[in-house]
């Protein structure tokens, strides 16, 4: 599903709106998610799931090409765990 795809999705589900303001709607969202993940806070979106951003300190690695070894460096990582709601409704109980 792409952006262009949920702006479509907004559009037909709520009615009331015309293609450019679901399309605003959908970007301020996601505006509101990056600028709150940047801060470093935790987006918690109940019956879907959690995104936390997490530092990595740096450590060794190495060229798989040459096996030298190189320094990769200190970053912050993205992550994403899903809520049970969510889980259950990817793999339905038997």
Known sequence: MTKADLVESVYERLGGFSKREAAEIVELVFETLKETLANGEKVKISGFGNFVVRGKKSRMGRNPQTDEPIEI?????????PSQVLKHTLNPPA
Do not use: D, G, H, N
Not at 73 to 81: D, G, I
């Open 73 to 81: 460096s200190a970053r912050r990582v993205l992550t994403f765990k």
